[in-house]
């Protein structure tokens, strides 16, 4: 029975999820202006239970993104600036000294951690001590303080900020941490138009505002629509052959991508079909998520460094190797 229950949930969720991705996007679109693939690819992200890391130059609007995203979710949001001062307890709490009725006692006091979607702003500034205390909380779930291991409240995200051309006290993520987000996602400049809007919509004395349009537990059944969205055996395994095609020794790659790329890719196509209204992964949702998907993934040798080979530029050569 309750089976049965749970698949007339999900075939609700599912026959509105076509109007639900296109009421969230206009919600989102009323604060930030442009950026399309960038916020279709952190819901993508959201959708597959994943992290993400968005990298653009500085004011490019990554923070108000992320920010209202939480809100047209209506998910719980925490920011943590991150500086080369932070310490592992100011992300996961810290246990405190209470006194009651004359007995003291130790109390945890939880950290910003505990949220729906914990921004992890500049993440590249916090030290890799600061860095590694978020692995366990983005692969487990959980967050463990002394002998203590505490669960986090589902649904849980971390998406990460971090600026590319500021290196000066920043601390490059370790391959071990940056395999852990689902996405590598890339903002680029406003086009002409865009910034007008921009301007004429953040110089005026009303600031937009976002409304809610998808609660929790949608959200987790869209999740779950996202997993049972059909893959044909033709388009997963060159999903597949693209990213053991990362690992084959190259001019221009020196380390591929790992099978939790594999599972991303699958993964992230998914949720892009499902975004897009079709019931079924195709060849364009594989080609659109291989770079979000891989190009964090993927180690260049020196010699592409020196050419100026970029990763996506691997990524396409391998994508059109792969047809």
């Given at each position: ?17 076509g109007?639900m ?7 989102i679109?009323?604060?930030v202006?442009?950026q ?12 597959c ?9 500085p ?5 108000l ?15 943590i600036q ?35 979607i ?17 692995l ?25 900020t ?14 071990a ?56 055996d033709?388009?997963r ?5 693209i990213?053991?095609s ?62 100026g ?15």
């Amino acid at each position: 029975m309750a089976s049965e229950m749970n698949s007339r949930d999900l075939s609700q969720t599912y026959k509105m999820a076509g109007d639900m991705f296109g009421t969230l996007f206009n919600e989102i679109g009323k604060v930030v202006v442009g950026q399309k693939e960038t916020v279709e690819q952190i819901v993508i992200a959201i959708l597959c239970n994943g992290h993400a890391l968005v990298e653009s130059n500085p004011g490019l609007g990554k923070t108000l993104t992320i920010s209202t995203i939480s809100k047209a979710m209506d998910l719980n949001f925490s920011r943590i600036q991150c500086t080369p001062d932070l310490m592992p307890a100011d992300i996961t709490g810290t246990q405190i000294i209470e006194e009651s009725g004359g007995h003291k006692e130790f109390k945890f006091e939880p950290g910003p951690i505990f949220a729906n979607i914990v921004l992890a702003d500049e993440i590249n500034r916090a030290s890799p001590k600061t860095q590694s205390s978020l692995l366990e909380a983005m692969q487990e779930k959980q967050i463990t303080v002394g002998n203590d291991t505490y669960i986090l409240e589902q649904p849980f995200f971390i998406l990460a900020t971090q600026n590319p051309i500021e290196m000066e006290g920043t601390f490059p993520l370790p391959e071990a941490q940056l395999d852990r987000f689902l996405l590598k996602i890339l903002v680029n400049y406003p086009s002409y138009e865009d910034e007008i809007e921009i301007v004429n919509r953040y110089t005026r004395s009303i600031s937009p505002s976002v409304n809610k349009v998808v609660n929790k537990n949608t959200l987790l059944d869209l999740q779950r629509l996202t997993r049972d969205v059909p893959v044909a055996d033709d388009i997963r395994n060159r999903a597949i052959k693209i990213v053991m095609s990362t690992r084959i020794s190259s001019e221009f790659i020196e380390y591929g991508a790992s099978p939790r790329a594999s599972i991303g890719l699958i993964l992230a196509a998914k949720a892009r079909a499902l975004i897009k209204g079709r019931n079924f992964v195709s060849a364009e949702d594989i080609d659109a998520m291989a770079y979000p998907v891989l190009r964090h993934r993927i180690v260049l040798t020196f010699e592409a460094e020196r050419r100026g080979v970029s990763t996506d530029q691997v990524i396409k050569s391998i994508l059109e190797k792969t047809k």
